[in-house]
């Protein structure tokens, strides 16, 4: 008896060796042909009710996870923030006729909204003379940009400043309108801001502009080069959040013809001896939309960075919001030893994780809504993508120079889901090449699992 069972365990395990080389048959081919080095290709496939990994290839090698890593960093956010957390910009004075200014890093919050803040705090509070205004801006640290972020990316207008200054999402819009043929163009800002062109931009049958700027000479001259045909409008990231929402805050105040002419102090809001006067709210439903279907990174970073504040009950900061995502993958019960993570959108190339991690975030992760908020095909980021697989998949996709990378759930033909994660980083290829073979292995997922 001993020995036929001895026999049917052997057996099993050969059949069950045998299925998982048949299941894994598929994509290893889909690799090979790719043209893309197998080596630079990671994939993770897991079952989510059992946590299984079915499929893998090179699942536990170090790799560039792009705006993928916006599923962890958000998910970690809303837990400590809460579905219902709403950005707010408030406005206090106390009993000697000052003003507190308390800033919440509102990514929503704009330059009219600032305008009726002021202008209710005249009209309904009847404050037309404060003897100082003051500026509470320690929600965050001084620092604007992610670890790792690239020098050359500045003008980018996907990876704007982020600070407790954020008003107008931080861009400034830069006008530039035809003139007569073959003569320069007009250029102009909608709103103040000291910046100088150097307008080299003739009036022309295309519209083809080229903007640059040397901040290590001059971080205030633009030079732009080309030629425009019809009006257009180009928005860049301000350089200088902190002057730029002065200005907006000076503008306030003078459209709610309130008397004031002071400084504004950098001072903590007091905890005693004020009342609140006015206040703005922006809920964080939209920001979760924007940043899993639009890939907001401006959005992704502030959200980051506001639930390392409230993690600590103080000054958000990288090493806060590194705290509060390590004690949420402890609460998961992840290991986080072989990871790392400096930023919150996935912008920086010094974040590293493993498809294998990713796919056990995505099975084990308490963010229940996450498939429901997540684009399928042809929403957002997957638009003009995965048409093939309808309302079968569940996804967000990253991009940086050299990689490419998706991870979320696909339900296969036979009805079972699983949670996946390809990352792809090869040189070589391009771009599309690399977002084919993905859309290719998901096709032997979908098919065969």
């Not at 620092?143 to 704007?160: A, C, H, K, V």
Request: net charge positive; with cysteine; aromatic share 8%.
């Amino acid at each position: 008896m001993k020995l036929i069972g001895k026999i049917l365990c052997t057996v099993l395990i050969l059949l069950l060796a045998a299925q998982n080389i048949t299941l894994s048959a598929p994509i290893d081919r889909t690799v090979s042909s790719s043209g893309i080095n197998k080596s630079a290709v990671s994939v993770s496939v897991k079952d989510i009710d059992t946590g299984k990994t079915v499929y893998r290839l090179n699942d536990k090698t170090p790799n560039m996870p792009a705006s993928t890593l916006k599923l962890i960093t958000l998910c970690a956010s809303l837990d400590k923030l809460g579905e219902n957390y709403e950005f707010t910009t408030k406005l206090y004075k106390n009993t000697n006729n000052e003003l507190y200014l308390k800033l919440g890093a509102d990514p929503y919050l704009s330059s009219s909204d600032l305008n009726k803040l002021f202008e209710n705090t005249v009209d309904n509070k009847k404050i037309i003379s404060p003897k100082n205004i003051y500026i509470d801006d320690y929600i965050f640290d001084s620092t604007e940009w992610g670890e790792g972020w690239q020098w050359d990316d500045d003008l980018n207008p996907l990876m704007p400043k982020f600070s407790s200054y954020n008003i107008d999402k931080n861009l400034l819009d830069i006008v530039i309108a035809p003139t007569t043929k073959d003569s320069p163009a007009h250029i102009y800002t909608t709103k103040f801001y000291p910046v100088t062109f150097m307008n080299l931009v003739k009036t022309g049958n295309t519209t083809d502009i080229k903007l640059s700027r040397n901040n290590s000479i001059a971080p205030n001259l633009l030079t732009l080069e080309g030629t425009v045909k019809n009006l257009v409008t180009e928005k860049i990231p301000v350089n200088h959040p902190k002057r730029y929402f002065i200005l907006r805050l000076e503008e306030a105040i003078r459209e709610a013809n309130m008397d004031y002419y002071g400084k504004f102090i950098q001072k903590k809001t007091p905890a005693a001896n004020v009342f609140l006067v006015g206040e703005v709210k922006h809920p964080i439903q939209t920001a979760i939309n924007e940043v899993l279907k639009e890939s907001n990174n401006f959005i992704a970073e502030t959200l980051f960075k506001l639930a390392g504040a409230k993690f600590v009950n103080n000054t958000g900061s990288l090493e806060h919001s590194q705290q509060m995502l390590k004690a949420y993958l402890d609460k998961l019960g992840i290991n986080h030893d072989d990871i790392k993570i400096v930023d919150g959108s996935g912008v920086s190339k010094n974040n590293i994780l493993t498809a294998d991690f990713m796919s056990e975030f995505l099975v084990k992760n308490n963010c229940k809504k996450l498939k429901d908020w997540m684009p399928t095909a042809g929403e957002g980021t997957l638009q003009n993508r995965m048409l093939y697989f309808k309302d079968n998949i569940k996804a967000k996709t990253g991009t940086l120079s050299d990689v490419s990378s998706i991870a979320g759930y696909i339900t296969s033909r036979s009805g079972k889901t699983y949670a996946f994660d390809i990352m792809i980083n090869d040189p070589k290829t391009k771009s599309a090449d690399k977002k084919s073979l993905e859309e290719y292995i998901l096709r032997d997922i979908y098919t065969n699992y």
